[in-house]
């Protein structure tokens, strides 16, 4: 799972190609605790990672990427509202919020993790995303 989200990030352009990245964590997640404990590889950006809360100010200036937990339906809706119109690249660890706004979201199991891409999402981010990672994704509109 970490190194997925991982390769998602290395193959990530922002406008303002940050040395570091900082990837902010928000709603209780099953798999931080791996993604904190894993290192970029030392071809990909830095990453420093931390938690805040869902209404936190700081959401849409001080984060490269959200990483989106486990939230009520409303809740995780208002938080992508609130990312549109940033370079903030968002993922989302319940492959069901894919539509809602979050440009990748997550499908772990026990033997692999894959991800869907919100084309749409990835449009209006104004990030650029290395074709090889949305080949690599299932599009939203295949609806698997």
Known sequence: MAQVVQGILGYAQWPHSPQQLRLCIVAPTQYTDILLASEAEES?????SR??????PQLTSACEAVYVGVLPDAARQKLLE???GYPILSISESAESCGEGSLFCLHVTDESTSFKVD????ARSGLKIHP???QLGKRLREKS
Do not use: K, N
Request: charged share 35%; net charge positive; glycine share 0%.
């Open 82 to 84: 609130r990312l549109v």
């Open 119 to 122: 084309l749409d999402a990835v």
């Open 132 to 134: 090889r990672v949305l």
């Open 51 to 56: 938690r805040l809360l869902l209404d936190d």
């Open 44 to 48: 990909q950006r830095p990453v420093h």
